[in-house]
């Protein structure tokens, strides 16, 4: 598996950083790097470039000797991500609306056929075939800066999804947030920026990362 990457490092950040945002490593897990390389069967050198390529994304962090710890879900941060994704998204959707092109209609419309919604216990495929579908509408926008950023909020944001799951969702639930993705999809291929943005908007709040601000306390300003 190790010699698909390009290098040993790119392969343990792969690795260890799936295993996180799946929650396979949970918030709080001490992460031993010697253990953890001869799991992987690479050196520790790579490891140690791998986690730190982790620690700047703020999944782990470092102690001073062999460990790593996987970082705490925080109600704040979970805020923050809600309400860029809040501002954002829907801006991104306005935006595919005016300026996507034949390509981007095809990619939206194959990322929409291989998209379910969210089961309670979602595997790597899962998570990137959602992910999938929403970074093909924003990648319509065309505008680089915006796709930057929320390609950089949907780093993130994974690991607060698995949060909005807890306690699952029901099937009334699951249709609506299908019937959603397609009314986006379909504004923003009739070119409707306006109702395009409108649904966004209200699928962000119902959404999973909304879930996971209620559930963790962080709905309110900071004190």
């Known amino acids: 598996m190790a010699d698909t990457y390009p290098t040993k490092s790119d392969f343990a950040y792969a690795l ?19 253990a953890l390389a001869r799991e992987l069967k690479i050196s520790t050198t790579p490891l140690r470039e791998a986690l730190r390529r982790l620690k700047s994304e703020g999944l782990v962090e470092l102690d001073a000797h062999r460990d790593a710890r996987v970082t705490a879900l925080s109600p704040e941060e979970a805020r923050d991500l809600l309400e860029m994704r809040r501002a954002l998204d829907p801006l991104a959707a306005a935006l595919a609306s005016e300026r996507r092109a034949r390509s981007d209609i095809a990619a939206m419309r194959a990322a929409f056929d291989r998209l379910d919604p969210l089961p309670d216990r979602p595997d790597r495929a899962d998570l990137v075939a959602h992910r999938a579908f929403h970074r093909a509408i924003y990648t319509a926008s065309h505008n680089d800066v915006l796709i930057t950023t929320l390609d950089g909020l949907w780093e993130k944001a994974d690991r607060y999804r698995l949060v909005g799951l807890r306690g699952g969702r029901d099937q009334p639930e699951r249709d609506e947030t299908a019937a959603e993705h397609r009314a986006i999809l379909e504004a923003v291929i009739a070119g409707d920026g306006e109702l395009a943005a409108k649904v966004m908007r209200e699928h962000i709040g119902g959404s999973l990362g909304a879930k996971a601000v209620s559930r963790l306390g962080g709905s309110g300003p900071r004190g």
Request: proline residues 5%; glycine residues 10%.
């Open 16 to 34: 260890v950083r799936d295993k996180i945002l799946t929650n396979e490593y949970g918030p709080g897990a001490v992460l031993n790097q010697t």
